[in-house]
């Protein structure tokens, strides 16, 4: 059974950085992406960053350029969100998520994706 597993949440100051890690088990085919997702309380679910298996990269939220990255570490199967310059609203519980599918593609929606995390809380505080 494929299963996901953040880790590296916490809470930082305004400005600060933090990396959090998605760690990959049970993995079943060959390829995979994994997408990063954030819950702020009281709204909804969005989608930050997607890496694929060949190693393309999608910014689903246009706030988070230029301050986070996505990496990943096949042999490690973990994939890595580098946030820096962190802001107040960048606060909320982060998600990791994996889809199974051929190297370059690149989810649309939430519901594609086969596998979440339980999610790493951040607080940004100002």
């Known amino acids: 059974q494929t299963q996901v597993v953040e880790s590296g949440g916490g809470s930082v100051q305004s400005g600060g950085s933090l990396r959090l890690a998605c760690a990959v088990s049970g993995l079943t085919r060959d390829y995979y992406g994994i997408g990063w997702f954030r819950q702020a309380p009281g709204k909804q679910r969005e989608g930050v960053l997607f890496?694929?298996?060949?190693?393309?990269?999608?910014y689903y939220e246009d706030s988070v350029k230029g301050r986070f990255t996505i990496s990943r570490d096949d042999a490690k199967n973990t994939v890595y969100l580098q946030m820096d310059a962190l802001q107040p609203e960048d606060t909320g519980v982060y998600y990791c998520a994996l889809v199974y599918y051929y190297p370059d593609y690149i989810p649309r929606a939430d519901y594609e994706y086969d596998y979440w995390g339980q999610g790493t809380q951040v607080t940004v505080s100002s």
């Open positions: 890496i694929s298996s060949s190693g393309i990269i999608r």
